[in-house]
């Protein structure tokens, strides 16, 4: 009898034991969920701020790439005006150059024929005094 008081004694110190390694594996075990659930909310309210820093960013970065698309749009339309004024001046040159050239032409003609007109009634003058003499 002694033989099974000692052996139910040391069952049950074995159990209590058993027991004790088990709540101290409980407690670690808690310690553990609870500090990774720390680190898990950290890092989730890390990631969040991260994501709000972006979106501020990226709209910050939209207004001016907006501001700068407007600008760009404005030059454009004031370059695609300027080549319409010098086209337009151009060609209001070239039709002042062709009107001129046309003067031009038409005197040297005007000029042209009265030399010839000119030389011929010297030529005929000089034949008749030749003729005269």
Not at 7 to 21: A, D, M, S, T, V
Not at 95 to 115: T, V
């Amino acid at each position: 009898m002694q033989i099974e008081k000692t052996k139910i004694e040391e069952k049950k110190k074995l159990e209590e034991q058993e027991l004790l390694r088990t709540k101290q594996e409980k407690i670690h075990s808690d310690i553990e969920n609870s500090t990774l659930k720390h680190e898990l909310e950290i890092a989730k309210t890390t990631h969040e701020e991260h994501c709000l820093l972006l979106q501020v960013q990226a709209e910050e970065t939209k207004v001016e790439l907006e501001k700068k698309l407007k600008e760009l749009e404005c030059f454009l339309a004031e370059s695609m005006k300027r080549v319409k004024e010098l086209e337009s001046f151009s060609e209001s040159k070239s039709q002042r150059w062709k009107s001129k050239e046309g003067s031009y032409r038409s005197f040297i003609d005007y000029q042209s024929r009265d030399l010839k007109v000119c030389l011929t009634l010297l030529f005929l003058s000089e034949l008749l005094l030749m003729l005269s003499q």
